[in-house]
């Protein structure tokens, strides 16, 4: 943050009527005034750390308690015993993967439209992501819910246009719930590669169609590398939000479909057991924060989650 | 058909070599929007398998709603929760965009971090923590608890819109003021949110959607006289498809719509100046 010389000007005016007009008192004065702004951060942080980071290092901690409340490892035991677990993570890891490729093969090529667009028609075109990345995660779930099901729209469509003969089980199954995750996943991959796109300096295409690319040549040599740090934030973030996904595949998935979080929920709804709940949220919680880590030291991802907003 | 050979971008494509991505891109939209505005029209159906377009146009599902105590009380949690939400989330978060923008501290980074985990943290683990918080402390179905789980959901968005504001905002303005005698507060006021007042809207309006829309944190802490409108379309979801969501639906896309048209106008708005 560039407010460092914003502090040595303010300091100015307030030198001059000091009584003090000393080095080391300047500095105290400084600095006391910077712990003061500083502080409208706490009560922002405070509310954090009583809702989210106490509670969840409870959880932390109960996850390594047993029923009889000793210490153990037996919660982290039956997920690598357990073949019921490692179901539950294989699936998750697959409709993560599979949502998040499927959204940059068909994000990249619309961001890509967008961002060639006249300014005017590229806002008209981008309220149609925005709309969606505006509603209800529910109301767009439950309405893939009415198009997909049996009798829907979607099959009863294919069937007058003769794409297939009888109803196709489209929801309550991995399709659905693909489906209904793409769908809402997409806007979090478009707007970050939309946004590194705009950065692009078109000067570059120009010279290497000038140096005699093709179109193609110039696209994948200059464009396309050009635009992978906003690609791969996109896809990162969108594989993230997915491992945690709970009410998209409890939806439309029909119970054919359990990943991670919804094991968490029914730990703790059906069997009461927090123990189970919490470590299963420890390693999601794990699983999340290393991708993340890992990611940022490769990709500077704070930056663009600092100065990426969509709006 | 003479724009199809005509030059589409900088290099020598021409807009015939690129029909494909017109088609996909296309597609790729109606599949974005297509779903949500197909629920408005579903909704006015007479059946009780919603039909597009519908055979016989009736407003019952909208009747049976209205009609509904249960509806119409979650409908006023739902719409309590996400405004009180909203007047928490905004200031704290202005504050501490401000704060971390003007103060410099070397770990003003790991606050903001810290500030924005709650966007990275899976919500489903937030709302185990703060159900078992809640219960050790008797907060359970109450609105209150609510609006603070949903305002650490809605501070890292009030945090991230206001920070990228002030990034663009000249602090020299609150300097002049505060050397001719303003002090802090009332340069902040005075000079410094009138220019970032768009950013503040939206953070408000988000903050507001972020509440009204949640749907895992209300399963866990909202209940019995105060559910909140997704606990309750959410629970009934997975037993069947009753047709009076579809008039709840329709109307929560237009209170989104009409929110996104705002900021629109807002962002428009400010461009011009």
Same mark, same amino acid.
């Given at each position: 943050?560039?407010?460092?010389?914003?502090?040595?000007?303010? /300091?100015?005016?307030?030198? /001059?009527?000091?009584?003090?007009?000393?080095?080391?008192?300047?500095?105290?004065?400084?600095?006391?005034?910077?712990?003061?702004?500083?502080?409208?951060?706490?009560?922002?942080?405070?509310?954090?750390?009583?809702? +989210?980071?106490?509670?969840?290092?409870?959880?932390?901690?109960?996850?390594?308690?047993?029923?009889?409340?000793?210490?153990?490892? /037996?919660?982290?035991?039956?997920?690598?015993?357990?073949?019921?677990?490692?179901?539950?993570?294989?699936?998750?890891?697959?409709?993560s993967i599979l949502t998040t490729v499927i959204c940059v093969l068909i994000g990249y090529p619309l961001a890509y439209f967008l961002a060639q667009l006249p300014s005017r028609a590229a806002n008209i075109c981008l309220l149609t992501v925005l709309l969606p990345f505006w509603t209800s995660l529910l109301v767009r779930t439950y309405a893939w819910l009415v198009l997909l099901q049996r009798k829907g729209l979607i099959n009863s469509w294919a069937i007058d246009l003769g794409l297939w003969d009888e109803p196709v089980k489209l929801v309550h199954n991995l399709n659905g719930t693909l489906?209904? +995750?793409?769908?809402?996943?997409?806007?979090?991959?478009?707007?970050?590669?939309?946004?590194?796109?705009?950065?692009?300096?078109?000067?570059?295409?120009?010279?290497?169609?000038?140096?005699?690319?093709?179109?193609?040549?110039?696209?994948?040599?200059?464009?396309?590398?050009?635009?992978?740090?906003?690609?791969?934030?996109?896809?990162?973030?969108?594989?993230?939000?997915?491992?945690?996904?709970?009410?998209?595949?409890?939806?439309?998935?029909?119970?054919?479909?359990?990943?991670?979080?919804?094991?968490?929920?029914?730990?703790? /709804?059906?069997?009461?057991?927090?123990?189970?709940?919490?470590?299963?949220?420890?390693?999601?919680?794990?699983?999340?924060?290393?991708?993340?880590?890992?990611?940022?030291?490769?990709?500077?991802?704070?930056?663009?989650?600092?100065?990426?907003?969509?709006? | 058909?003479?724009? =199809?050979?005509?030059?589409?971008?900088?290099?020598?494509?021409?807009?015939?070599?690129?029909?494909?991505?017109?088609?996909?891109?296309?597609?790729?939209?109606?599949?974005?929007? @297509?779903?949500?505005?197909?629920?408005?029209?579903?909704?006015?159906?007479?059946?009780?398998? *919603?039909?597009?377009?519908?055979?016989?146009? $009736?407003?019952?599902?909208?009747?049976?709603?209205?009609?509904?105590?249960?509806?119409? $009380?979650?409908?006023?949690?739902? *719409?309590? @929760?996400?405004? =009180?939400?909203?007047?928490?989330?905004?200031?704290?978060?202005?504050?501490?965009?401000?704060?971390?923008?003007?103060?410099?501290?070397?770990?003003?980074? *790991?606050?903001?971090?810290?500030?924005?985990?709650?966007? %990275?943290?899976?919500?489903?683990?937030?709302?185990?923590?703060?159900?078992?918080?809640?219960?050790?402390?008797?907060?359970?179905?109450?609105?209150?608890?609510?609006?603070?789980?949903?305002?650490?959901? @809605?501070?890292?968005?009030?945090?991230?819109?206001? $920070?990228?504001?002030?990034?663009?905002?000249? %602090?020299?303005?609150?300097?002049?003021?505060?050397?001719?005698?303003?002090?802090?507060?009332?340069?902040?006021?005075?000079?410094? *949110?009138?220019?970032?007042?768009?950013?503040?809207?939206?953070?408000?309006?988000?903050s507001f959607l972020t509440s009204f829309d949640e749907v895992i944190i209300a399963m866990f802490v909202s209940g019995g006289d105060n559910s909140t409108l997704t606990r309750n379309m959410f629970n009934a979801l997975r037993d069947q498809i009753d047709p009076t969501i579809a008039s709840i639906s329709t109307i929560m896309v237009l209170i989104s719509s009409v929110l996104l048209i705002c900021t629109q106008v807002f962002g428009k708005s400010k461009k011009e100046h």
């Amino acid at each position: 943050m560039s407010a460092a010389d914003t502090i040595a000007t303010t /300091e100015s005016p307030r030198a /001059e009527t000091s009584e003090r007009p000393h080095a080391d008192g300047l500095k105290r004065d400084a600095f006391l005034e910077r712990m003061r702004l500083f502080g409208l951060c706490s009560p922002a942080l405070l509310l954090v750390l009583v809702i +989210m980071v106490i509670p969840v290092g409870w959880l932390f901690y109960l996850s390594f308690l047993s029923d009889e409340g000793t210490f153990s490892l /037996e919660h982290y035991q039956r997920m690598i015993d357990s073949k019921s677990y490692a179901r539950i993570f294989r699936t998750t890891f697959e409709v993560s993967i599979l949502t998040t490729v499927i959204c940059v093969l068909i994000g990249y090529p619309l961001a890509y439209f967008l961002a060639q667009l006249p300014s005017r028609a590229a806002n008209i075109c981008l309220l149609t992501v925005l709309l969606p990345f505006w509603t209800s995660l529910l109301v767009r779930t439950y309405a893939w819910l009415v198009l997909l099901q049996r009798k829907g729209l979607i099959n009863s469509w294919a069937i007058d246009l003769g794409l297939w003969d009888e109803p196709v089980k489209l929801v309550h199954n991995l399709n659905g719930t693909l489906i209904g +995750m793409v769908h809402i996943m997409l806007p979090f991959l478009v707007l970050p590669v939309y946004g590194s796109m705009k950065a692009i300096d078109k000067d570059y295409l120009k010279a290497a169609a000038n140096c005699g690319a093709s179109p193609t040549q110039a696209f994948w040599q200059v464009f396309f590398p050009l635009s992978l740090p906003g690609l791969f934030a996109g896809a990162l973030i969108v594989f993230v939000l997915c491992l945690g996904f709970f009410v998209t595949p409890a939806v439309l998935g029909g119970g054919r479909v359990i990943m991670v979080a919804m094991r968490i929920a029914d730990n703790i /709804e059906i069997f009461f057991n927090w123990g189970a709940a919490s470590a299963l949220g420890v390693v999601l919680l794990l699983l999340t924060m290393g991708i993340l880590y890992v990611s940022s030291k490769l990709l500077k991802l704070d930056r663009i989650l600092g100065g990426g907003s969509h709006t | 058909m003479n724009w =199809l050979k005509g030059a589409a971008s900088d290099t020598q494509i021409t807009h015939g070599n690129r029909l494909w991505l017109y088609v996909l891109s296309g597609l790729v939209m109606i599949f974005l929007v @297509a779903p949500t505005v197909i629920v408005i029209p579903m909704s006015f159906s007479e059946s009780q398998y *919603l039909e597009f377009p519908p055979r016989e146009w $009736s407003v019952r599902w909208y009747e049976h709603y209205f009609q509904s105590e249960q509806w119409i $009380s979650a409908t006023l949690t739902s *719409l309590t @929760a996400a405004c =009180l939400t909203a007047l928490v989330a905004t200031p704290l978060g202005t504050m501490a965009a401000y704060g971390l923008f003007v103060s410099n501290v070397r770990f003003a980074h *790991l606050v903001f971090i810290i500030l924005i985990s709650p966007m %990275m943290v899976p919500v489903i683990l937030v709302g185990i923590g703060v159900f078992y918080a809640y219960v050790k402390l008797k907060m359970v179905h109450t609105i209150f608890g609510l609006v603070l789980a949903h305002s650490i959901l @809605a501070i890292p968005l009030v945090l991230i819109v206001v $920070s990228s504001a002030l990034r663009s905002y000249d %602090m020299n303005q609150e300097m002049v003021a505060r050397s001719l005698g303003a002090t802090r507060l009332r340069a902040f006021m005075v000079i410094t *949110l009138p220019q970032i007042k768009f950013a503040v809207i939206t953070s408000t309006l988000l903050s507001f959607l972020t509440s009204f829309d949640e749907v895992i944190i209300a399963m866990f802490v909202s209940g019995g006289d105060n559910s909140t409108l997704t606990r309750n379309m959410f629970n009934a979801l997975r037993d069947q498809i009753d047709p009076t969501i579809a008039s709840i639906s329709t109307i929560m896309v237009l209170i989104s719509s009409v929110l996104l048209i705002c900021t629109q106008v807002f962002g428009k708005s400010k461009k011009e100046h």
